[in-house]
């Protein structure tokens, strides 16, 4: 009979689960000896795939863990155990590894692999909960990663062991990606479809304005025309080159609130009395993400783009940026 939910406590209940969760965490931690260096550099050093697998909630942690190499520099796939004996076994190939998980270490649709992998000397890595288990006996390298409680408080669905299980599996992936030395520009290569991928890959000139709709006047231009040329191009902001295409300042919205303040009449001014002196710029090349950075470091809209001999080729606005997705 369920308990009246005016006598039971939701909370009480959670702090239990995530207690026994944080314990078997804790003694993971405690186990971690030898055979986890060996295994990772077992890892390290597989030419081919890492192929992973799991039955039921293992499964889904074999899931995770596949994806989780993967998008950290370890090649690695999921592959049923239930389907690898009616032929996905032919996605293994000499050079693979085959890295499998059972809580129990008994679970049928794995064990019945074992001879196949023998005869083709294909190395299986096992996680799993009993030392003395059929897997463990078998595996070339086994770790356990037991628990002495599942949150469950029948102690039977897979709760502590399962967070156990997913837990190593993020300690393996990121022992590796920390052995291979692996970037957070390789990691956007994996994820060029990402926010992160797109604040990694994009450099300016792939976001900046460049062509006719760079805003641009020469040294000496009245400030009315420049103006002019602010509001034509609707960024706010304008390039001043000299007569060798030189940048040599530039001018904001921001600048022509000061140049009111600071000036009776702004019919007599040049750009040359009221623009700031070089400005900040960037190079194309500068990855859009460190370009962000600047234009928040110095709280500004824009930031003129210019070449090795310092002629500007483009504009870049916090617009671009928000357009792209860098933002």
Same mark, same amino acid.
Do not use: W
């Given at each position: 009979m369920p308990k009246p939910l005016a006598q039971f406590s939701f909370i009480k209940s959670a702090h239990r689960t995530l207690d026994l969760e944080q314990r078997a965490l804790g003694q993971l931690i405690e186990k971690l000896d030898t055979r986890f260096d060996t295994l990772c550099q077992r890892l390290l050093a597989c030419e081919g795939?890492? *192929? *992973?697998?799991? @039955?039921?909630?293992?499964?889904? %942690? &074999? +899931?995770? @863990? /596949?994806?989780?190499? /993967?998008?950290?520099?370890? #090649?690695? !796939? !999921? @592959? +049923?155990?239930?389907?690898?004996s009616h032929g996905d076994l032919g996605m293994l190939t000499p050079h693979d590894v085959l890295l499998a998980l059972s809580n129990s270490g008994e679970t +049928?649709? %794995?064990? /019945?692999?074992? #001879? *196949?992998?023998?005869?083709?000397? %294909?190395? @299986?890595?096992?996680?799993?909960?009993?030392?003395?288990?059929?897997?463990?006996? +078998? &595996?070339? %390298?086994?770790?356990? *990663?037991?628990?002495?409680?599942? /949150?469950? #408080?029948?102690?039977?669905? #897979?709760?502590?062991?399962?967070?156990a299980a997913l837990a190593m599996g993020d300690a393996i992936a990121i022992a590796l990606l920390e052995a291979r030395g692996f970037s957070a520009e390789d990691f956007a290569l994996s994820h060029p479809g990402g926010s992160l991928g797109k604040r990694l890959l994009l450099t300016v000139d792939d976001v900046m304005r460049k062509g006719d709709q760079l805003p641009l006047v020469r040294s000496g231009t009245m400030l009315s025309e420049a103006l002019g040329e602010i509001s034509r191009k609707g960024l706010g902001f304008t390039c001043i080159i000299d007569e060798n295409e030189i940048l040599v300042g530039v001018y904001t919205d921001g600048d022509l609130r000061r140049t009111i303040d600071q000036h009776d009449s702004l019919r007599t001014l040049t750009i040359d009395d009221v623009m700031t002196v070089g400005g900040y710029t960037v190079h194309a090349g500068l990855l859009a993400a460190e370009a962000l950075n600047i234009l928040e470091q110095h709280r500004i809209s824009a930031l003129a783009v210019i070449d090795d001999s310092d002629r500007p080729i483009g504009v870049l606005h916090m617009h671009d940026l928000l357009t792209h997705g860098v933002v």
């Amino acid at each position: 009979m369920p308990k009246p939910l005016a006598q039971f406590s939701f909370i009480k209940s959670a702090h239990r689960t995530l207690d026994l969760e944080q314990r078997a965490l804790g003694q993971l931690i405690e186990k971690l000896d030898t055979r986890f260096d060996t295994l990772c550099q077992r890892l390290l050093a597989c030419e081919g795939r890492i *192929v *992973v697998t799991g @039955m039921g909630k293992s499964g889904h %942690i &074999a +899931h995770k @863990m /596949a994806a989780t190499l /993967a998008s950290t520099g370890t #090649p690695a !796939f !999921f @592959m +049923h155990p239930a389907e690898a004996s009616h032929g996905d076994l032919g996605m293994l190939t000499p050079h693979d590894v085959l890295l499998a998980l059972s809580n129990s270490g008994e679970t +049928h649709e %794995i064990t /019945a692999l074992l #001879p *196949v992998l023998k005869r083709r000397n %294909i190395p @299986m890595l096992a996680l799993t909960g009993r030392d003395d288990s059929t897997l463990a006996r +078998h &595996a070339d %390298i086994h770790l356990n *990663v037991g628990v002495d409680q599942e /949150a469950c #408080p029948l102690n039977l669905a #897979p709760t502590s062991s399962t967070t156990a299980a997913l837990a190593m599996g993020d300690a393996i992936a990121i022992a590796l990606l920390e052995a291979r030395g692996f970037s957070a520009e390789d990691f956007a290569l994996s994820h060029p479809g990402g926010s992160l991928g797109k604040r990694l890959l994009l450099t300016v000139d792939d976001v900046m304005r460049k062509g006719d709709q760079l805003p641009l006047v020469r040294s000496g231009t009245m400030l009315s025309e420049a103006l002019g040329e602010i509001s034509r191009k609707g960024l706010g902001f304008t390039c001043i080159i000299d007569e060798n295409e030189i940048l040599v300042g530039v001018y904001t919205d921001g600048d022509l609130r000061r140049t009111i303040d600071q000036h009776d009449s702004l019919r007599t001014l040049t750009i040359d009395d009221v623009m700031t002196v070089g400005g900040y710029t960037v190079h194309a090349g500068l990855l859009a993400a460190e370009a962000l950075n600047i234009l928040e470091q110095h709280r500004i809209s824009a930031l003129a783009v210019i070449d090795d001999s310092d002629r500007p080729i483009g504009v870049l606005h916090m617009h671009d940026l928000l357009t792209h997705g860098v933002v």
